[in-house]
């Protein structure tokens, strides 16, 4: 299914049916403000699990990512310290992703590994879609060869060609890019970059 979304006023019975879909454990394809994503309800593990197949990812040995909507649910799901608060107050949302240490609140396959990235992508699409559903949204860029158009990965319309059996719903919310987010390593007192991606970090 394609569903065309925009930044704000959309549809409530629509939000309601992406937010149902999360709920029973389904796969949707959204954009972010770097490339378009696919993901799930996070504490959905069978969910988690089929998105780690399509990404051909061993939670064992990487580290898996959720969208969460605010400062304070990121809490929830991840230790945040003072200095790490004000860096992410600071830069979120935005095209950023930080490695921070999980908490047992998220399902068990986070768990192969201490630590999770965290988004608050500055989309109004994809961060209305996670205050709907009241929980974190696991995510993950859609499997993109640099070899291949890249329409199919920034076309919603062939993006929903290729995967659209895949996902149960694709979302077109425009235009989609092949940027990439900046990956901030917040698990130590010093932050450093492991990836630079189109976020300036700002201290």
């Known amino acids: 299914m394609l569903i065309r979304l925009y930044d704000k006023d959309n549809d ?3 939000m309601a049916q992406i937010k149902d879909v999360l709920e029973d454990g389904g796969i949707i394809i959204y954009p972010t403000d770097t490339m378009y994503a696919i993901g799930c309800h996070a504490l959905k593990e069978r969910a988690v ?3 780690c197949r399509i990404k ?3 939670p064992r040995k990487n580290n898996l990512s959720i969208i969460c909507y605010d400062l304070s649910e990121i809490s929830r799901y991840a230790r945040i310290g003072n200095a790490t608060f004000k860096l992410m107050k600071k830069n979120l949302p935005g095209p950023f992703t930080f490695i921070l240490e999980g908490t047992s609140k998220l399902p068990k396959i986070f768990r192969s590994r201490k630590e999770i990235g965290v988004r608050m992508p500055d989309n109004g699409i994809i961060m209305a879609i996670a205050r709907e559903l009241g929980a974190p949204i696991m995510t993950a860029t859609i499997p993109y060869d640099e070899d ?3 329409g199919y990965a920034t ?7 290729k995967w659209g059996r895949t996902a149960d719903i694709t979302i077109d919310g425009g235009q989609g890019s092949l ?3 900046t990956v901030v390593d917040c ?3 010093d932050f450093s970059i492991i990836r630079q991606g189109v976020g300036e970090l700002e201290y």
């Open 12 to 14: 409530p019975s629509v």
């Open 49 to 51: 699990e089929k998105i």
């Open 56 to 58: 051909d990812t061993d």
């Open 148 to 150: 291949e158009d890249p």
């Open 155 to 161: 076309d919603p319309e062939l993006i929903y060609e």
């Open 179 to 181: 940027a990439l987010s």
């Open 187 to 189: 698990t130590s007192p």
